[in-house]
């Protein structure tokens, strides 16, 4: 079972910036699209920026300009640079594998990190 450990969030103003880490346990699955999901109070988790095994990205129409997504393959580690926040970016993030043959579908549905808190106010 992969582990999955994400950090970096914190409490910012808007407009303000900040960088999440996910360290993966396993390097299984180095290979594999990554993506980062985030869940705000009372709402769905919901897609956020997803990036292949070959380093092509792809990202939410509400996130498109403002976040980037990276990863480094040699730390087992995806990057989520996050510019520009705004209240609504407020919600716990988190990474998981990308389920093959799809671009958003978590591998792990059933299994996430604790996640990282960011709370940008207004």
């Known amino acids: 079972q992969v582990h999955l450990v994400e950090s970096g969030g914190g409490l910012v103003q808007a407009g303000e910036s900040l960088r999440l880490s996910c360290v993966a346990s396993?390097?299984?699955?180095?290979?594999?699209?990554m993506a980062w999901f985030r869940q705000a109070p009372g709402k769905e988790r919901e897609f956020v920026a997803g990036v292949t095994g070959g380093g092509s990205t792809y990202y939410a129409d509400s996130v498109k300009g403002r976040f980037t997504v990276s990863r480094d393959v040699a730390k087992n580690t995806v990057y989520l640079q996050l510019n520009r926040l705004k209240p609504e970016d407020t919600a716990v993030y988190y990474c998981?594998?990308?389920?093959?043959?799809?671009?958003?579908?978590?591998?792990?549905?059933?299994?996430w990190g604790q996640g990282t808190q960011v709370t940008v106010s207004s």
């Open positions: 998981n594998i990308v389920r093959p043959g799809t671009t958003r579908t978590p591998l792990f549905s059933d299994y």
């Open positions: 396993e390097r299984t699955f180095s290979g594999y699209a």
